[in-house]
């Protein structure tokens, strides 16, 4: 019974804090902002997972020319490197990274000693038959947990074993790449969008663990560039290399969260405006003119 007591009167306790906390943020003693962790691309050595095309290429292709060091440009199937390779040879260190799998993720942490920037960018969008990317209509749960051991586990073990490596060369960067699909259920790709959603937070959590380090751990909103993932129809769209530049000027200032011009910019404000009309004419759309994009191999 004491036992019991003393847990009320803890997480009581905790609850109290947390809204003393909130209170204080609305003072003008709140805490004074830290001073941003500025990160210049200039001399970076920066591991790239999933660089043989889209948003990853564009990367490797800004990193290159705005005088990274070294690009660890990684792919599951380092035959499809050669072409980013071929940007600069001397610069370019493909590896074989299929993030999801440990043996891989170990061997490109052992080879690659020197990051100091780590880019997560490889995804899974989840099955091309619809319904398996819904938790209802699934006929198991199978492809919704590889999506989210893509898009969040695997980010967040490559993390724990570069962070260390990061710090060791003196600080830097691990930028995660999100989706608008983190801030709300986009139905048509639920199993992608519950997948963005965590490893928004795991990304979250990350940051206040390392708010005392030398690392910049930055959430990128991403949205709207033109790559086999981009909706069918899409009308605006960034080029990967455009988003890739607007991202590492984020990261030059030190931002941690970052909304490129062509993601969801102010969607969270829309959302938080009106959360029942937002998911009304989201909900709307998937039975009425459901978002697609097209197959690939
Ligand atoms: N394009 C957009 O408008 C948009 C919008 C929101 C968010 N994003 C985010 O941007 C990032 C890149 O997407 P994208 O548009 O460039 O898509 P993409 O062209 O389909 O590229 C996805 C990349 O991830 C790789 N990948 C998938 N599973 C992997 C695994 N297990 N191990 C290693 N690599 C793996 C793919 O490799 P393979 O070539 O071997 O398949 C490919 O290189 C993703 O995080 C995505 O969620 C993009």
């Known amino acids: 019974m004491q036992q019991m007591i003393d847990r009320r009167l803890l997480l009581g306790g905790i609850v109290a804090g947390a809204s003393a906390t909130s209170a204080a943020a609305q003072t003008p003693d709140a805490p004074a902002p830290r001073p941003a962790k500025r990160t210049p691309v200039k001399n970076a050595v920066v591991l790239v997972t999933g660089s043989n095309r889209g948003v990853g290429r564009g990367f490797v292709e800004a ?17 499809n490197l050669a072409e980013v390779v071929a940007l600069d040879p001397k610069r370019v260190v493909p590896l074989e990274l299929d993030v999801t799998n440990d043996t891989h993720r170990r061997a490109a942490a052992d080879k690659a000693q020197d990051v100091t920037w780590l880019i997560n960018n490889a995804a899974n969008p989840g099955s091309f038959t ?15 947990k590889a999506v ?33 699909g983190a801030l709300f ?36 909103f991403t949205g709207g560039v033109q790559t086999r993932s981009l909706p069918i129809g899409a009308t605006t769209a960034a080029t990967p290399l455009a988003h890739a530049n607007e991202v590492i000027d984020a990261v030059a200032e030190g931002k941690s969260t970052i909304f490129p011009a062509t993601g969801p910019v102010n969607m969270r404000d829309r959302i938080c405006q009106d959360p029942e009309g937002f998911e009304r004419r989201v909900v709307e759309r998937f039975h009425t003119n459901p978002v697609q994009i097209a197959p690939y191999d």
């Not at 619809?130 to 919704?144: H, K, M, Q, T, V």
């Not at 963005?196 to 990350?206: D, H, N």
């Open 63 to 79: 990193l290159l020319a705005r005088g990274a060091k070294r690009v660890y440009a990684t792919a599951r199937n380092p035959k």
């Open 130 to 144: 619809p319904g398996e990317r819904r938790f209802y209509s699934a006929s198991n749960l199978d492809d919704i």
């Open 148 to 180: 989210m051991d893509t898009n969040c586990w695997s980010p967040a073990e490559l993390a724990r074993l570069f962070i260390p490596i990061i710090l060791k060369n003196g600080g830097g960067a691990v930028l995660n790449i999100l989706s608008g």
């Open 185 to 220: 259920c986009l139905p048509e790709f639920t199993s992608y969008s519950t997948s963005k959603a965590a490893a928004m937070m795991m990304t979250a959590g990350l940051r206040a663990e390392t708010d005392r380090m030398p690392i910049l751990i930055a959430s990128v």
